[in-house]
């Protein structure tokens, strides 16, 4: 197979970005490398961020990328509004300790897949969108 073809099939794959956005996110490159494992996707697709305008600007400048942003509650408040009608938003998760609470003003974004207080929950949910989302990305060839 020629280089670009495998690029090619490399994006079919991964054409999708995750950004975690929390101000108290772990950047532990073990806790990084077990998310990267229990996800089975490569480590150039998750992004990271503790500062929120950032976290924005990185979004809005990555309009052609597909991205499931996961986003601690309080932060969430507050950037969901912000981004949740960006093209390139695909889901949005909420990664918190008051499920009650967060789960009352993320009702009025479509795109907030849920709200979870559970690491192993989240990352169930965000494994299975991401498949599905791959699934739907792959073209297919007709034959005539």
């Given at each position: 197979m020629k280089e670009s073809e495998e690029k090619s099939s490399a994006l079919q794959i991964e054409d999708f970005i995750i950004i975690w956005l929390d101000a108290t996110i772990n950047n532990d490159h073990h806790v990084l490398f077990k998310r990267q494992f229990s996800l089975d996707i490569s480590s150039n697709c998750i992004h990271t961020f503790v500062d929120q305008y950032e976290c924005v600007e990185?979004?809005?400048?990555n309009e052609n990328e597909h991205i499931f942003l996961v986003v601690s509650g309080s932060l969430g408040e507050?950037?969901?509004?912000?981004?949740?009608?960006?093209?390139?938003?695909?889901?949005?998760?909420i990664f918190?300790?008051?499920k009650a609470r967060h789960a009352l003003w993320s009702k009025a974004f479509i795109k907030v897949h849920g709200v979870f207080i559970?690491?192993?929950s989240l990352m169930t949910y965000l494994k299975s969108d991401i498949k599905i989302?791959?699934?739907a990305t792959v073209p297919i060839s007709i034959g005539y």
């Open positions: 990185y979004i809005r400048r507050n950037i969901v509004p912000l981004v949740h009608n960006l093209s390139q938003i695909c889901k949005i998760y918190c300790a008051d559970n690491e192993s989302y791959a699934n």
